[in-house]
């Protein structure tokens, strides 16, 4: 007998089957091979290496700013972590827009180099031609509609997207052709919970809302928020799972305190 334990992945196959069943599914970015260890073996379905990563790891204002290369650095971290989640990259601002070999050649990079299992990528009609040559190549795409946090200079804010009827009716017509193209599921970012249900209830792919109500296939949160790493962004859709923030500073101003008052180390954390 092996002693190896059989690892079930998850693939797009089961994720289809779970929306099928009416389970939900789970998703949490990671960007980095401890986190990524730790939500895997949590039992999460899906990671998002999201390009949130400029934000959260490399502290820049928007999502534009990261880089290809930076994106697979972040994602093969990951995937050597991880043993049963799927595992989608985000394709980085400017490697797929307007330019379908562009975008074909960023997704293989993504693929070949990192290891990811699909890739993501923001926007319906306007990039139709680069989603549809990612996957003539057998890559796996995810879309991604609603607030785009890439296209946040056209938007000019972070706010609920899609309150007016004819963006709702171009957002449901863009999710149909995503569907149409073959995309194995499509995120939902900060819409109306109505409409996002309507969404869920016409495409027969999975849906995975983040701000986007209770009736779509599955929940994805940027990992750090929900975690409480980051206190400062608090929007009405986030759940703080737990406050790390407290639990780190309290730790580290402990570790400080006892370096200070010669308690750490001691002689018995010495050789
Ligand atoms: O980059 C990211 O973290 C995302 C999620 C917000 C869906 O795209």
Same mark, same amino acid.
């Given at each position: 007998m092996s002693v190896h334990q059989e690892v079930k992945k998850v693939t797009t196959h089961q994720l289809q089957m779970m929306k099928n069943r009416g389970e939900k599914i789970s998703m949490l970015t990671a960007y980095d091979y401890s986190m990524a260890k730790l939500v895997d073996a949590a039992g999460i379905d899906m990671i998002l290496v999201g390009d949130s990563a400029s934000n #959260?790891?490399? =502290?820049?204002? /928007? /999502?534009?700013?990261? /880089?290809l290369d930076q994106m697979i650095y972040h994602t093969s971290s990951v995937t050597k972590a991880v043993s049963r989640a799927f595992v989608v990259a985000d394709m980085p601002? =400017? /490697?797929? *827009? =307007? @330019?379908s070999l562009e975008a074909l050649r960023s997704a293989v990079r993504i693929m070949k180099e990192a290891g990811a299992h699909a890739v993501k990528m923001e926007g319906g009609s306007e990039i139709r031609e680069s989603v549809e040559r990612v996957l003539s190549a057998g890559v796996p795409v995810m879309g991604h509609l609603g607030l785009t946090p890439q296209s946040i200079y056209k938007f000019g804010t972070y706010t609920v997207r899609a309150k007016e009827e004819q963006e709702a009716q171009k957002l449901l017509e863009d999710a149909q052709l995503l569907q149409e193209c073959g995309c194995f599921a499509i995120v939902l970012e900060k819409i109306p919970a109505e409409l996002a249900k309507k969404v869920a209830e016409t495409i027969a792919i999975p849906i995975i809302g983040i701000g986007a109500g *209770?009736? #779509? @296939?599955g929940q994805v949160l940027v990992l750090h928020d929900m975690l409480g790493i980051n206190k400062e962004f608090k929007p009405r859709f986030l759940r703080r799972y737990a406050d790390l923030h407290t639990v780190i500073t309290e730790a580290v101003q402990q570790y400080v305190t006892d370096i200070k008052n010669r308690d750490f180390p001691n002689e018995k954390e010495g050789y």
């Open positions: #959260v790891m490399a =502290g820049n204002e /928007t /999502t534009l700013p990261i /880089t601002f =400017g /490697t797929y *827009q =307007g @330019d *209770q009736h #779509v @296939d």
